[in-house]
């Protein structure tokens, strides 16, 4: 089905909306709501417009007026029910199966589609991916079309609102397909990876603030809540991700990503201020600033080993050092440890960056050489006449794959199959020694 909204403002008897809205409601799989409305010609114009640009064929005559509508809202709602109907069969029987499911309860929409898409193909399966509280989050049905091409169409849970933003009922919309191939499959796989993998930092991120066994525990009740409130923020939001589709899909991954820096944010704030003011209950001030100057001392080392102790980093901790001697009493004491916190994560993050930028190095000349060594085999065997069309065109497929190797996963895979092909020269040239 064609997914449209219409908005029309409406002069009508109260009771004329409800029984069209009664009317359209026995139709099986269309849902419109009908509410204040007012039709005109230039109304009905632009509705016809915008279905005709939907490719969905409906027949609105632009003369009604309101009496017309008023003696005859039971007559049209019933055409324009059939039309509709009309117009999403055709539809889903050309294979663009741009339909809307809208399930009982939530679970029961995949084999709701299954079932549909039975009376229309012989060949389906569902796949479905759960999110919370393992409900149903979106749907990939696998069928074959009149033609008999595959087609691979997914389903992403929606949630219809009321105008105050309070959540009235869910359902299934149409958020792409794909034919012969895994393109719907592999976007669905992606964004469950992606959820997952949030899911999983997430969790991480709860266990280290819940721990009371850590090394600076966060017990304040009102802190705790705190925390728990972004925690179940984080969540709905990670829902959003598993919901998403290809063009939803980054904004949604950096609004976790946000919220998570939040909740991190948060945790550190709320756990330097625990450990401040409970350090100063056990320790004098001045047993506490020697410590955390010997916790900096470390910190300093860290970076001169790992070669990133720049111009910048020095003045940094200068000035962390000056803030730590002019600390005496816990607010100090705590602003102290948010600002030692945030050049950590600043080391963090470059540290990562230049491993990351290490490791593509590595890569590209493990790439290199791999190239080389093949050319190399290539011209051993042209010499000696061992190099026959097969092999030359298995050697170019080769040569071919390698540049677009970008992960050292990637580069193993291509080393195996360099292996295979060995193998099978090695293979080749051993059963014509037997022969002899």
Known sequence: MTDFNIIIGAILESNVGQKLQAELDKYKNLSI??????????ALQDVQTMLKNSNVKLNLQADLDRARLESQGRQAGETIGKQIQSGMNGIIQKGKFEKIFNPGKINTAAKEAENYFKTISKSVSVTE????NNNLTSFVVQCKNAEGVVEKLRYNLQVLKDDQGKAIGNYFQYAGGSINDNGVTKQLDTISSKANDLSIKLEKLKMSYSDLNAAKPIKDVNNLSALNSQYMKVQS??????????STFTAMTSNVNTEIATLDRLITQFRNAEYAATSLRTKHISTVKIDEGHNLDIFVEKIKQSGLYTTDFEAKISALRADLNKAFDSDALTAYLNRLSNVESEFKAISAAAKTTEN????????????TKLINYRNELESTGKLTTEFRQKFDTLQSSLSSVTTP??????????????????GVEQAKRDRI
């Open 237 to 246: 939001a990670i829902e959003a991700v598993r919901n998403s589709d290809s």
């Open 409 to 426: 996963t990637g580069l193993k895979v291509w080393q195996s199959e360099f292996q295979t092909l060995k193998n099978n020269i090695i």
């Open 33 to 42: 709501n009908v509410s204040d409305i007012k039709l005109n010609g230039k």
């Open 360 to 371: 593509a190095t590595l890569l590209r000349s493990n790439i290199e050489t791999e190239k």
């Open 129 to 132: 991916e759960l999110g919370k």
